[in-house]
């Protein structure tokens, strides 16, 4: 069965550094777009990041432009989100999720908070 | 940036009542546009993929319609377990977009 689990999140100062990872498994991860969401506290969902299945291609949210990196490593069946220079305002549960179309898998969640 | 307008934000509603709630694109995405359901502490949840096909595994009264710039959602007959926060999403062009969510309650 598909699995998508998220690692990565913790406590971080601002301006610190992150990198999340994201394990697939139960599907071929080469052939699958992917991307990221997140979920500040109390608030909606909001795409931060997307990637082609073969890395030739990545999108951002003008929010996380310039901070973040989304990569992959297909030989691992693992994505990554690299947080540098993280706000306050970057404190939310980030999700990863596969691409049908449509968002068919998420994984569970990984929180991080950016707090002095 | 396309802006996705979901309404209402809000809605009460009985076991067995037939809601609708809805999307509108601030510009044409075909049909491009997906429908989540998100529990409390749970990652959201796909019900429906290009406006109108089902997810395997979603009940049949959950059914999506629109194209362009208007879409919806509805529940034919709510069930207990319906009550949750529902979100559009567009996958028409990056940046991609959700809507700001629709609680729904019950009465």
């Known amino acids: 069965q598909v699995q998508l689990v998220e690692s990565g999140g913790g406590v971080v100062q601002p301006g610190g550094s992150l990198r999340l990872s994201c394990a697939a498994s139960?599907?071929?991860?080469?052939?699958?777009?992917m991307h990221w969401v997140r979920q500040a506290p109390g608030k909606g969902l909001e795409w931060v990041a997307s990637?082609?299945?073969?890395?030739?291609?990545?999108y951002y949210a003008d929010s996380v432009k310039g901070r973040f990196t989304i990569s992959r490593d297909n030989s691992k069946n693992t994505l990554y989100l690299q947080m540098n220079s993280l706000r306050v305002e970057d404190t939310a549960v980030y999700y990863c999720?596969?691409?049908?179309?449509?968002?068919?898998?998420w994984g569970q969640g990984t929180l991080v908070t950016v707090s002095s | 940036a396309i802006q996705m307008t979901q309404s209402p934000s809000s809605l009460s509603a009985s076991v067995g009542d037939r809601v609708t709630i809805t999307c509108r694109a601030s510009?044409?995405?075909?049909?491009?546009l997906g429908w989540y359901q998100q529990k409390p502490g749970k990652a959201p949840k796909l019900l429906i993929y290009?406006?109108?096909s089902l997810q395997s595994g979603v009940p049949s009264r959950f059914s999506g319609s629109g194209y362009g710039t208007d879409f919806t959602l509805t529940i034919s007959s709510l069930q207990p377990e319906d009550f949750s926060i529902y979100y559009c999403l567009q996958d028409y062009s990056y940046p991609y977009t959700f809507g700001q969510g629709t609680k729904l309650e019950i009465k």
């Open positions: 139960g599907f071929t991860f080469s052939s699958s777009g």
């Open positions: 999720a596969k691409e049908r179309p449509g968002f068919d898998y």
């Open positions: 510009q044409g995405i075909r049909n491009d």
């Open positions: 290009s406006a109108s």
């Open positions: 990637i082609r299945y073969d890395g030739s291609n990545e």
